[in-house]
């Protein structure tokens, strides 16, 4: 019979159309006769005529088309995302005049309408017949054992479903119940591994629209004995179940990949949980659903979800198993036995762009005051499902008995026909209640049964996933946040480029410079070794032997070929001559020209390249962009930060299109105070370069410091949408969630930061792992291959024992993500937002004070100037980091600017120790060096600041050498080491003041006086120098006249 034969406009329209079918086969395989049936939710939707096989073609042409009319709401649209659209093949098998016609099921094969949700208004699919297990067939042909059948089918409709903003707003949920592993010792299978007497249910509850919910139920689980994991890419079943051929229960194409426990977002991911994991899933029974359901969400059903999930991110799933053996029915109480619950963490779901979840999560006994403090849900959907199913039954059986008279009384009879729905409106009633005394009475609810604690004592775990089609919070792309960032941050107008004629002439240019290069190279080929062979030949014959050897060697060919193109664009491009000449007089004048101007060009070409070269052999000594950041940073080291300044400004100005500089001079401009000046410089380091990654994060965490959250926003998603995924954005950015009252975002972020934490530190162990293996390779060549089998198992065991301990090893990391962030604040001098850092590595798990905090929170005080409390804090950080370079390091700081000075020596000599160096090496060596040089221990000053010269030399570690000698009367050594800091620093103070006391000492009065002059316009601070000097000159004054009237008195005696 034909279905929704009247439409109206509020109602569908759904064509569905079957074109043929291929390769079926019946009891009469020459003489087949066939019609379809097609039906969806238990609804005939039409039948077809009957037709005949064509035997060549081996096809059946239906070319029938039925169409439904459902009504256009929401239930609807939901029953067309669950459930397909059956088309049973029948054949004809006797058919007279006088007796009815009889009719055999041959196949069944099913088409989901899910396309049309999607926004498609028609598609086509061929769909494959699975046999039916009919007994009027024989068992060669149930199959179809020649070829797979396969229906073609065409599904339209004149209108989409869904508009465009519908579409839009729609959403697509696929719930999956996957395996509920290590069920109670109750549910054992029998010893004679019989089918188990018992059905397992599991039930969940989500957002049908708006206003109202629906209940996806998961039944037909399947007890399953331990000894074997569950196959790998096993496919998903459909939800409907009872009308479908075996083979149909199946989604074709989906099926469940093997996922790392480490990607999970549920509970017992931790590695202590792996081994217990690993048992219940392959040692122990099981129960397996597989089943996936699809729901749709409209707008309003979308909301709801996402109000739900804020109001309580808790989504409980609630199990149980049933007898299949008739009881007596309880219609207001009726039984569920060992009634479990789970609860799924949907928090995720509000973070922008995450779309599915899916983990392992523990069962317990069900219980009403657990379940409305978790979730806000009062009411059991297991128990209101089996109410409603108990008083379908009853009400069958009250049929099936034939008691009309009964049946009239209970309609007569209010309070009994009523008190089903009593039951429901008094779980409504608590449902809408949100006091305490609800949550009384639920707590005095009936108690958990000792059924319910076998989930405990086995410690079941059901495994759930959840995928949305779109995103509930859509994640920008990185195109929006750029577009979002260059609407708060432009970026820096690019200067215009060379004209097409400037180009032109600089590839003329540049191809002249290769040609002289080529020329060069063949002439020192030729020449250059056998400087006897060049002197019984003229120029002439020079140039001759020179143009056949660039022949021979092909750069002749070479650089012509390259200068026709550099040519051809001087003509084209800068003397405008593009069409071609035929005039032969214009050709000449033309032809003049170009050798003109190729000429000129020619030699200006050759000037830049000579007149370079002479620049470089007569310019003075110039310092490198690296040697002027190293001076920047030691500079900052030693607090002196007008001079870092003034270095970072050279830096910027020589290279202005690098946004390091400029990001280093904000940091400069962080450490003293001046946080606007550090935020122009981020910003301008940010407009140089838009993917500038510490740029971001510090203009970020100034626009937090200062309340501007949306601007933080954008600043700090903008980072870690870069690569390499930095760990710092997004722990600044879940810090920022967090602030803002966005626990889900947060913690999202904090996880992706872990998660990259981990994956740089097993890439940086695979790294050393690899060097290693390289090592011991070299040592295994040797080895004799007879044993060549015997070694491939010790290897394969031995890796297998490397994969552990690789996993133990990172089972802890080397440090925090709380650490890693709080490391880069303190470089970059946001001190307030380090302390917030340091707040958060005491709160989480794998914090506390241990010798990280401890080192950084003592790098916090000392940058803060309260070396007190740095003190304090470094005693009890060696307690923990006693090996570690670093903290000894930061220890003698600490008491260096105290003025400890012996505590400060024992300090930085013990950092030195280490087979690792400090990471400030640098200022380590200089600093034990000067408080060497105060102890008036000139020899190790002398040795230490020589190495600080050959690791790293500057203005100082030459100053501290040149000191030292000169102490040490090596006056000669002292006037070569400080002329060498004298050219890396021309306005250091005290080396014009040494250089002064040497070149006094040496009789150098003019220059002296110089240096003198020098030393105290550049503002000498050791007045100890100034003494100095001021005592030498009164004594070289002196000696002349001594001199004098020494030689007078010998003359008059």
């Keep these: 019979m034909e279905a929704f034969e009247n439409t109206t406009e509020t109602n569908l329209d759904i064509q569905i159309t079957v074109l043929c079918g291929n390769n079926l086969e019946g009891k009469k395989t020459e003489h087949l006769q066939s019609w379809l049936q097609v039906t969806m939710d238990e609804k005939i939707l039409g039948k077809s005529e009957k037709k005949q096989i064509d035997i060549l073609e081996q096809r059946v042409d239906y070319n029938f088309t039925c169409s439904f009319s459902p009504p256009n709401d929401t239930q609807t649209l939901n029953n067309i995302a669950q459930k397909p659209v059956i088309f049973t093949v029948m054949e004809v098998l006797t058919e007279t005049k006088k007796s009815e016609a009889t009719f055999l099921a041959l196949g069944q094969a099913v088409v989901d309408l899910l396309p049309l949700l999607q926004g498609r208004c028609s598609f ?164 397996s659903w597989d089943t996936e359901t699809c729901c749709f969400l409209d707008a309003g059903a979308s909301s709801r979800l996402q109000q739900k999930i804020t109001e309580s991110r808790l989504l409980p799933v609630e199990i149980m198993r049933s007898s299949d053996l008739p009881k007596k029915l309880n219609v207001e109480n009726p039984e569920v036995s060992f009634h479990g619950l789970a609860f799924v963490d949907l928090g995720h779901l509000l973070v922008p762009g995450v779309r599915r979840i899916r983990g392992a999560y523990h069962v317990e006994p069900f219980s009403e005051s657990e379940l409305f403090i978790k979730s806000k849900q009062t009411v059991s959907v297991l128990k209101e499902q089996a109410k409603i199913a108990a008083f379908q039954a009853k009400a069958r059986s009250i049929l099936a008995a034939g008691f009309q008279k009964q049946i009239r009384r209970n309609q007569n009879d209010s309070p009994k026909r009523t008190r089903t729905a009593a039951i429901v409106r008094k779980a409504l009633k608590l449902r809408a209640a949100q006091s305490e005394d609800v949550l009384e009475i639920l707590a005095a609810a009936v108690p958990v049964t000792a059924e319910g604690n076998t989930y405990t004592e086995a410690r079941t775990y059901i495994i759930v996933e959840i995928v949305l089609e779109k995103p509930l919070v859509p994640k920008p792309s990185p195109e929006e946040l750029a577009r979002r960032l260059q609407a708060l941050i432009p970026p820096r107008p690019q200067p215009p480029g060379p004209s097409g004629a400037e180009r032109a002439v600089l590839d003329f240019h540049q191809q002249v410079g290769n040609t002289v290069a080529a020329v060069s190279e063949q002439y020192q080929e030729m020449f250059g070794a056998n400087p006897n062979l060049s002197h019984g030949l003229s120029q002439e014959q020079m140039l001759v032997e020179l143009m056949g050897g660039l022949n021979l060697s092909g750069r002749y060919f070479h650089f012509k070929e ?53 620049d470089e052999d007569c310019s003075e000594i110039s310092l490198d962009s690296s040697q002027l950041r190293h001076f920047a940073r030691e500079a900052q080291l030693f607090g002196n930060y007008q001079k870092a300044a003034k270095y970072y400004q050279e830096l910027v100005v020589r290279n202005p299109d690098e946004p390091l500089y400029m990001f280093e001079w904000g940091s400069l401009y962080m450490l003293s105070g001046d946080h606007m000046k550090a935020n122009e410089c981020f910003h301008e380091a940010v407009s140089i370069q838009q993917a500038h990654q510490p740029s971001l994060m510090m203009c970020g965490v100034l626009a937090v410091m200062s309340e501007r959250y949306k601007h933080a926003q954008i600043l700090l998603e903008r980072a870690t949408s870069i690569d390499p995924p930095s760990v710092s954005a997004w722990t600044l950015l879940g810090l920022l969630h967090q602030r803002l009252n966005e626990p889900f975002v947060a913690e999202r972020a904090f996880a992706e930061a872990k998660r990259v934490l981990e994956e740089t530190e097993a890439n940086n162990k695979t790294d050393k792992e690899e060097e290693t293996k390289d090592s011991s390779e070299n040592i295994k060549r040797d080895k004799a291959l007879k044993d060549f089998e015997c070694l491939d198992t010790e290897e394969h065991q031995e890796s297998s024992a490397e994969d552990d301990s690789s996993m133990s090893s990172l089972s802890k990391l080397s440090c925090s993500i709380y650490t890693h962030t709080v490391q ?216 002349p006249l001594v001199s004098r009237f020494n030689t007078s008195v010998a003359t008059e005696v």
Aim: proline share 5%.
């Design 124 to 287: 086509s699919s061929t769909v494959p017949v699975i046999p039916v297990n009919s007994p009027g067939l024989k068992e060669s042909q149930q199959g179809f054992a020649v070829k797979q059948p396969t229906l073609d089918v065409y599904v339209s409709v004149l209108n989409p479903l869904l508009s465009e903003a519908e579409l839009a707003a729609s959403n697509l949920l696929r719930v999956t119940v996957e395996t509920a592993y290590s069920v109670p010792e109750a549910w054992a299978l029998p010893s004679g591994s019989a089918p188990s007497p018992y059905t397992y249910t599991a039930a969940i509850e989500v957002p049908l629209s708006a206003e109202k919910d629906q209940v996806l139920m998961f039944c037909g689980g399947q007890l399953k004995a331990g000894g074997q994991r569950e196959v790998k890419g096993r496919q998903k079943k459909r939800p409907h179940q009872a009308e479908l051929e075996p083979l149909n229960h199946f989604f074709p194409g989906r099926f469940f990949l093997p996922e790392p426990i480490k990607q999970e977002d549920g509970e017992l991911t931790a590695l202590e949980d792996r081994p217990f994991r690993k048992e219940a899933e392959t040692m122990k029974d099981r129960v």
């Design 562 to 614: 390259q200068m026709k193109h550099a040519v051809v664009g001087v003509v084209r491009d800068k003397m405008q001559q593009v069409d071609p000449i035929t005039n032969p007089q214009e050709l000449q004048t033309f032809t003049s020209r170009l050798y003109v101007e190729l000429v000129g060009e020619m030699h200006a070409a050759l000037n830049k390249i000579y007149s370079s070269d002479v």
């Design 824 to 1039: 880069f604040l303190l470089q970059n001098g946001a001190f307030q937002m380090a302390e917030q850092v340091l707040a958060q590595e005491l709160l989480c798990s794998e914090g506390g004070h241990t010798g990280s905090y401890l080192y950084n929170l003592a790098q916090l005080q000392m940058l803060k100037g309260d070396t007190c409390k740095a003190a304090t804090t470094l005693k009890k950080a060696t307690l923990y980091r006693d090996q570690d370079p670093d903290t000894w390091a930061l220890n003698g700081h600490c008491h260096y600017l105290q003025g400890v000075f012996s505590e400060a020596q024992k300090s930085y000599k013990c950092s030195l120790m280490f087979p690792e160096p400090p990471s400030e090496s640098h200022i380590v060596l200089l600093r034990l060096g000067s408080i060497y040089l105060l102890e008036n221990k000139f020899e190790l000053a002398k040795d230490i600041y020589l190495q600080a010269c050959e690791r790293s030399p500057s203005c100082l570690t030459w100053l501290g050498l040149g000191t030292a000698c000169y102490r040490l009367e090596e006056l000669r050594g002292a006037e070569e080491a400080l002329t060498a800091a004298n050219h890396l620093d021309t306005e250091n103070a005290e080396v014009c003041a040494y250089l002064a006391l040497i070149c006094l000492r040496s009789g150098r009065l003019t220059e002296a006086e110089q240096l003198y002059k020098y030393a105290v316009r550049y503002n000498l601070q050791e007045s100890s120098l100034l003494r100095e000097m001021d005592e030498l000159k009164e004594q070289l004054r002196y000696s």
